[in-house]
T-cell receptor, first 112, second 115 residues
Framework: QKEVEQNSGPLSVPEGAIASLNCTYS??????FFWYRQYSGKSPELIMF????GDKEDGRFTAQLNKASQYVSLLIRDSQPSDSATYLC????????????FGAGTRLAVHP | DAGVTQSPTHLIKTRGQQVTLRCSPK?????VSWYQQALGQGPQFIFQ???????QRGNFPDRFSGHQFPNYSSELNVNALLLGDSALYLC??????????????FGPGTRLTVT
């Protein structure tokens, strides 16, 4: 079992819709959770992080964390073509200082 | 506010050669982590430097080594290059004192091609 799992996609959504990206992790002691956006040929850009159960909102983005289910998600409201990218889920595991474990990413395509 | 910088942007090397990649962390940050990202994969943790010492290491061979300088900048060295070392090498900076998110910010990366 991979430590952090994401559907590779592509996830295709129409412009203006809500995109829902999901991630599961295996280490129940994981402490912090991060979402990065990566455009093709570029480096990852931090979108949001969350460390408590529940929802955290920032503009059009909402991160959701459920530690009991070992599940974290990212919702993108009013999706735009410029949101088309690969979204990486990363987890900081317990005892790991600041080591991040990444999923392979989900490719999102927003079509006009 | 200066972000994370890396050099060079691109590099082409031959098998068996050695390479040095450089990174300067975001202003105010004191911790540097290095990641390797193969095509179509997520970044894989190589190691992390804090207070000029390697604090944690991922599952990479000893051919991968590093250094952190007093100004917090860092180098990644790879010896005896293999074709499989071709990847995007990412440097991420963070602040050790943060107790909540420990968010890491990535530099633009160095694309290494081994022929």
């Amino acid at each position: 079992q991979k430590e952090v799992e994401q559907n590779s996609g592509p996830l295709s959504v129409p412009e203006g819709a809500i995109a829902s990206l999901n991630c599961t992790y295996s280490d129940r002691g994981s402490q912090s959770f991060f979402w990065y956006r990566q455009y093709s040929g570029k480096s990852p850009e931090l979108i949001m992080f969350i460390y408590s159960n529940g929802d955290k909102e920032d503009g059009r983005f909402t991160a959701q964390l459920n530690k009991a289910s070992q599940y974290v998600s990212l919702l993108i409201r009013d999706s735009q073509p410029s949101d088309s990218a690969t979204y990486l889920c990363a987890v900081r595991v317990r005892g790991g200082y600041n080591k991040l474990i990444f999923g392979a990413g989900t490719r999102l395509a927003v079509h006009p | 506010d200066a972000g994370v910088t890396q050099s060079p942007t691109h590099l082409i090397k031959t098998r068996g050669q050695q390479v040095t990649l450089r990174c300067s962390p975001k202003s105010g940050h004191d911790t540097v982590s290095w990641y390797q990202q193969a095509l179509g994969q997520g970044p894989q943790f190589i190691f992390q430097y804090y207070e000029e010492e390697e604090r944690q290491r991922g599952n990479f061979p000893d051919r991968f080594s590093g250094h952190q300088f007093p100004n917090y900048s860092s180098e990644l060295n790879v010896n005896a290059l293999l074709l499989g070392d071709s990847a995007l090498y990412l440097c991420a900076s963070s602040l050790a004192a943060r107790r909540d998110g420990y968010e890491q910010y990535f530099g633009p990366g160095t694309r290494l091609t081994v022929t």
